[in-house]
């Protein structure tokens, strides 16, 4: 009966021992200590270099069969003591580990999505602006907090939170707050939050997206704004337009489909209630 006796005193022991007493902040450290205490158990309980929790439990069976026969009443009860503190053991340092790693795991997502916060509370439009000369040639994609006029040419996207003026090239896409194409040449989409630009001489192959518009240049793709649409007596569009409404003055050239999709009134609803009426 010594040996239940002494080995329930251990058990209980590494309970307490492996019960967690430091801070999430210290959880790396802690699990492996914890993983060095079970493998010190191990060994010490039963001569063994297995390291895993769940050979005492069949180690343990082994031990009492092969006492069988030879057992008390009291050796079988202290026996029964031993195997719950086994179980309740392996239970709980699972339960510590799972509980450590959804911590840790926790604490790296929090602490990622706290970088984003702060990098994106910190941009502001700024009020300086690039200049790309003429004569100079950008061979990549720029991005700036601030305006830039673009003389040069750019092969490549634009991507900037001020104003965009264009009368050189660019080979890419453009997105900027508000953006004024005068005899540029830009071959790609053009996306603005604000209003969008093309003023005489400028020719753009791609698709523009903005709240409001104004062509006098060429357009070789399709027109999506939420607001107005004006197109000057210069404007050639080749493309479909969709807008909350279309002006289009005397001399503009459009091969494509206008849909005032964005306008308040509906007329497929209107002409529904119309035949309902009937």
Do not use: R, W
């Amino acid at each position: 009966m010594g040996f239940f006796q002494d080995l329930k005193q251990d058990l209980s022991q590494a309970v307490n021992e492996l019960m967690p007493e430091e801070t999430s902040a210290d959880l790396g450290n802690e699990m492996v200590m914890e993983d060095e205490k079970v493998e010190s158990l191990s060994e010490d309980l039963f001569g063994t270099e297995g390291n895993e929790l769940k050979d005492l439990e069949a180690m343990l069976e082994q031990e009492v069969a092969a006492l069988d026969g030879g057992m008390t009443d009291a050796d079988e009860t202290l026996a029964q003591e031993v195997n719950e503190e086994v179980e309740e053991l392996l239970n709980e340092v699972e339960m510590n580990l799972s509980e450590a790693e959804y911590i840790e795991t926790a604490s790296a997502d929090a602490t990622e999505l706290k970088e984003e916060s702060v990098f994106t509370d910190n941009v502001e439009v700024s009020s300086d602006t690039a200049v790309i000369t003429e004569g100079m040639t950008i061979l990549g994609d720029i991005s700036s907090s601030g305006n830039m006029d673009v003389i040069g040419n750019i092969n490549g996207n634009i991507e900037i939170l001020g104003k965009l003026n264009v009368t050189g090239s660019v080979n890419g896409n453009s997105s900027a707050a508000e953006i004024y194409a005068e005899s540029a040449q830009i071959n790609g989409e053009v996306k603005s939050k604000g209003s969008v630009k093309i003023g005489q001489s400028s020719v753009i192959i791609g698709n523009i997206y903005a709240t409001s518009a104004v062509i006098a240049g060429a357009v070789k793709g399709d027109i999506d704004v939420h607001g107005p649409v004006i197109l000057d007596t210069s404007a050639i569009v080749m493309g479909n337009i969709k807008s909350k409404s279309v002006q289009i003055n005397n001399g503009a050239v459009i091969e494509g489909m206008c849909s005032q999709c964005y306008a308040e009134v509906s007329p497929t609803s209107f002409f529904s209630d119309v035949k309902k009426k009937k």
